[in-house]
């Protein structure tokens, strides 16, 4: 077969197969911008399963982009508690204001005006375009570059720029040939500017649950017969990535200081992970610390508990959360600090131990807080 026939039989069976496999989605079939973009920011880097509570939550508190973006960070901070890549709920708040006191209220219908808005890649502009305007542009993400690598047989590299240039160039030239089949069943009077809405939709879910990352669905795929990582036995081998994921591995030493009835918190504002988010005061160091005399010795533990009386409570031991760049694993020092301590750190707030819920924190210390985080009299 000619390079373009095993196109058409790419779009089209991925159509047929999608007819039969429609999996509904509350953000599906969806036309408001602010709705679709609100789905595909939370669903970055984030399984369905996942993100599906977090649109729902999402939608009935903000149900407009000028109710998100008038909404106090904290707020929208402690609504995305738990996702993860925090960032994003920062770019969504930032984007919500620019767009409603800068645009409006109103989303760019454009692709390049989607594009310039803070934390809209290539993909998710290109799914805010297709999915609420139907303009002719191909999403490219995770599934779709799994789906093409594995069915055209392509082993060049997706983390490079040539990569991302040649799977963006076939993705696009599926998506017209799609939109040319719509025209050709149209009949005679095609409305030319329309785009197949089913194309981008149906390529990310035949990646999602048939060419799926490790266990692909080969005997009972429609694309099987013109499948080249099928027919080489390839599935495992593609897509291929140059660069191996390197994470660097950080020791953090949380103090929980227990002063009066409340421990210390303070809002995590240093350019690094976990930005805006809350945090207990944190000592990093080089290596695992265990016993009683890390807390003794080190400078800066001397610094903040100075004079005052204090005892240790417990030491946990490490807990772990793995970022995609850097693997944390936290100690928590549970201290009890007598009435006359007093401290010069102006960023930290003393909270009572059961308002905590309050505030938004890194997964690894919420987790700490619901598991382990008992009343004092408990120990
Ligand atoms: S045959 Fe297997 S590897 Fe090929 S597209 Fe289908 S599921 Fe993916």
New binding site residues.
């Given amino acids: 077969m000619a390079t373009t026939d095993y196109q058409i039989f790419f779009t089209k069976n991925l159509l047929d197969w999608h007819a039969g496999h429609h999996r509904p989605m509350p953000w599906k079939g969806e036309r408001n911008p602010y709705l679709v973009w609100l789905s595909e920011i939370i669903l970055q880097q984030t399984r369905v399963e996942q993100g599906l509570p977090y649109f729902e939550r999402f939608k009935m508190a903000y149900p407009t982009v000028t109710d998100l973006a008038n909404a106090p960070e904290d707020e929208v901070m402690k609504l995305w508690e738990g996702l993860g890549y925090y960032s994003r709920a920062r770019n969504l708040h930032a984007t919500a204001k620019h767009i409603a006191n800068e645009l409006n209220g109103i989303f760019p219908a454009t692709y390049e005006g989607l594009r310039s808005l803070k934390g809209v890649g290539d993909y998710t502009a290109a799914a805010i375009a297709s999915f609420a305007y139907d303009l002719p542009h191909a999403v490219v993400d995770g599934n779709v570059y799994r789906?093409l690598s594995?069915?055209f047989g392509i082993a060049t590299p997706i983390d490079t720029t040539e990569g991302k240039k040649l799977f963006a160039a076939l993705a696009q030239g599926l998506l017209e040939i799609a939109d040319c089949g719509l025209r050709i069943a149209e009949g005679p009077n095609p409305q030319s500017a329309i785009v197949n809405p089913q194309y981008n939709q149906a390529i990310m879910d035949f990646g999602a649950s048939?060419?799926t990352p490790a266990a692909?669905?080969?005997h009972s795929?429609p694309?099987?017969a013109h499948?080249e990582?099928?027919k080489q036995k390839k599935?495992a081998e593609l897509p291929v990535k140059s660069k191996k994921l390197e994470r660097r591995q950080r020791f953090f030493n949380y103090l929980i200081i227990n002063w009066k009835g409340q421990v210390f918190i303070k809002k995590r504002s240093e350019k690094d992970i976990w930005q805006n988010l809350y945090d207990f005061p944190l000592i990093e160091t080089d290596a695992l610390q265990e016993g009683r005399l890390f807390l003794t010795k080190n400078k800066t533990c001397q610094t903040w508990l100075g004079e005052s009386d204090w005892r240790l409570l417990r030491a946990s031991p490490p807990q772990r959360q793995e970022l995609t760049h850097q693997r944390i694993v936290a100690t928590f020092w549970e201290l009890e600090v007598l009435d006359n301590f007093s401290t010069k750190e102006k960023n930290w707030v003393a909270v009572e131990r059961e308002k905590l819920a309050n505030f938004a924190f890194p997964k690894v210390i919420d987790l700490y807080i619901k598991q382990k985080f008992l009343p004092l009299e408990l120990f």
């Fill in positions: 789906v594995r069915y048939q060419c692909p669905r080969c795929c694309l099987q499948c990582a099928f599935t």
